[in-house]
Each structure stands twice: as structure tokens, then as C-alpha cells.
């Protein structure tokens, strides 16, 4: 009996001794286990503090982190001091170029290489295309190559965009707008009213008064566009003599800058309209008479205007000469 009880007594101890070192062993085991940093782990979030920081390493390392924020992408570009390297690298962030904001932001940095920031604007709207152009930390080389794209649209955008932009655009957009003699009837796309906000309704052969209605009333707003093009201040003598020489030059634009307050009392703006062929006898006579004999006799060598017209100018020039 005594020894069935120390049998017992020994088993019990041997069990309790094997559960203390299973309990030993699976702590450290544990505490390995919540140490030791998972793999997959994700990146610590770009820090405020790196965005100040003067060192291209950090830069580097923020504009390629995926946790950018809009917030901080926007906070990174208004430093006007980072390198076309880390702009680059942004460009590439395709988290943070999801907003709006981050990409004109971008592109009008002024140290955002070219093959970058044209691309990106190429994806702009007609207006945000006409906010970058007008920045005057954008380089000029971009600012060009945006007016082009601008310019490569103005056959599709709507006629109040066309107003807009005869308004506030560069003078170059405005000078291509003033060449820009699009009949306000191929505003009417596929038989859709684009314009009147009318898309889908199509026009029907039986309603040829409601279709000149609408025509009508686009033609009336497209007639605004190249007085208020005259009247972009940023268009320049320069860009209003090179549009009237142009063959594509219509009698209506000669007619305009030929009225106009500001552009029509400039020699150099007379002699540019004495070449058009579309100058009526008028204007013709009139504005020959501020230009010197040599130089008229010049500018009437190489005038497109009608004979009859030239041989009254050199008339009337000759009657000065001998009073």
C-alpha cells in the first residue's frame, strides 16, 4: 500500500515538473513570435518632417512613397527649390497623381522637365490647359508647346469656350482665334446640336426653321469671338500683323483691325493691312497717307489689293508730293 502511494506521489511530481518546462519553453517561443517584425509589414507613412528636408535622398524617398497624400504631394510642390530628378520621381507616383490638384500643381512647377509636364497636360481640360499657359514660373518652352495643344483644340471646344478663351488667353491662342473663321453651323455635329446644350436631340428635315433658330443664335455668339480676341491684352502688335498677312486672313478680320480703337492708328499695323487684299478703297486712302512715299511705293510692290486700289493710292500719293 506505502509503496502504490510514493508510485502515486512520483508520477504526479514527473507531470507537474513536465508541465513547468513546457511552460518555460513556449515563452521565449512566444515572445519571438510578437518580436520579430512580419514580412509583409507596411512602410512607415511619409513624415511632414522629410518634406523640408535639404536632402535629395529623403525628397527622393517621399516622392516615390505610396502613402503620399494629396495634402502632402500639394506641400512638396510648393517648394520651388526641388530637383527635376524628384519631380520625375513623383510623376511616377500613380497615387498621388490621382488628384487634380497634384497634376496641375506639377506641371506648373517651374522645374518639371518637359517630357514630363507636356504629357501630363495633354490630359487637361480646355481651361486648366489655359491656367498652366498663363503661370509665369512656367518655362517658356512649355508654355508653347501647351498653347499648341490649345490651339489643336479650338475646333472642338464649344463657342463660350471659344469666348473664354478669346478673352484670358495667351495672345497666341487669341491671334489663332482670330484666324479662326469656323462657320457656326459645324457647330452641329452628327446632326446633334453640340452648342445649345440640345446633344441628343437630332435635327428633322421638317424642321428646317427650328434648326436655323439655333444656328442663328450660335452664329450671333461666334461673332463676339474676334472682337473680344482684338481686345485679349495679351495679344501683341507683332501677333495681330502676322494674322492679318495670312492667307487665311478673312475679310472680316482686315475689316475689324481696320475699326479698331487700339490697333488701326499703328503705322506698323497700316502697312501690314495695305497688303491684305481685302481693304476697302477707303481705309485704303486713309491709312496711305501716314506712310512715306519710299516706303509706300514698298508696301504697294507687294500688296495683294485690287489694281484700282493701288493706282487711286499712288495717285493720291503723288498729288501730295507735288502740293
Known amino acids: 500500500m506505502s ?3 510514493s508510485d502515486n506521489t512520483r508520477s504526479d511530481d514527473k507531470r507537474t515538473d513536465d508541465t513547468r518546462s513546457d511552460k518555460t519553453s513556449s ?19 511619409v513624415a ?6 535639404d536632402l ?4 527622393l524617398r517621399s516622392a516615390a ?11 512638396l510642390l510648393k517648394r520651388s527649390d526641388l530637383a527635376p530628378e524628384v519631380l520625375e520621381q513623383l510623376s511616377r507616383n500613380a497615387n498621388a497623381l490621382k488628384g487634380r490638384k497634384v497634376k496641375l500643381a506639377l506641371v506648373s512647377h517651374p522645374h518639371t522637365p518637359r517630357h514630363v509636364s507636356v504629357p501630363l497636360a495633354r490630359q487637361f481640360y480646355t481651361f486648366d490647359l489655359m491656367k498652366v499657359a498663363l503661370s509665369p514660373v512656367v518655362p517658356a518652352d512649355v508654355k508653347a508647346a501647351i498653347d499648341d495643344v490649345l490651339i489643336s483644340r479650338l475646333k472642338a471646344v464649344t463657342v463660350g469656350e471659344r469666348l473664354t478663351l478669346a478673352r484670358r488667353a495667351t495672345g497666341r491662342v487669341a491671334a489663332a482665334l482670330l484666324l479662326d473663321s469656323e462657320n457656326a453651323s459645324a457647330k452641329i455635329v452628327d446632326a446633334k446640336i453640340v452648342d445649345a446644350k440640345i446633344v441628343d436631340a437630332k435635327i ?3 424642321k428646317i426653321s427650328d434648326h436655323k433658330i439655333i444656328a442663328a443664335r450660335i452664329a450671333a455668339r461666334e461673332t463676339r469671338v474676334m472682337p473680344a480676341a482684338l481686345d485679349n491684352p495679351r495679344l501683341t502688335e507683332a501677333l495681330v500683323i502676322h494674322s492679318v498677312l495670312r492667307p487665311a486672313a478673312s475679310a472680316d478680320l482686315v475689316q475689324a483691325v481696320a475699326r479698331h480703337a487700339k490697333w488701326s492708328p499703328r503705322k506698323e499695323i497700316r502697312a501690314a493691312l495695305l497688303r491684305t487684299e481685302h481693304l476697302s478703297l477707303a481705309r485704303a486712302l486713309e491709312f496711305s497717307r501716314d506712310i512715306p ?3 509706300l511705293q514698298e508696301v504697294l510692290a507687294s500688296s495683294r489689293l485690287p489694281a484700282q486700289i493701288k493706282n487711286q493710292i499712288k495717285a493720291q500719293s503723288l498729288r501730295e508730293n507735288l502740293s
Open 27 to 45: 515563452e521565449p517561443k512566444l515572445l519571438r513570435e510578437e518580436t520579430v517584425p512580419s514580412p509583409t509589414a507596411a512602410a512607415p507613412p
Open 65 to 75: 512613397d505610396p502613402s503620399l497624400t494629396e495634402d502632402l504631394a500639394l506641400a
Open 293 to 295: 512715299a519710299p516706303l
Open 56 to 59: 535629395p535622398a529623403n525628397l
Open 3 to 5: 509503496n502504490t502511494m
Open 48 to 53: 511632414p518632417a522629410d518634406l523640408l528636408s
Open 204 to 206: 428633322v428635315e421638317g
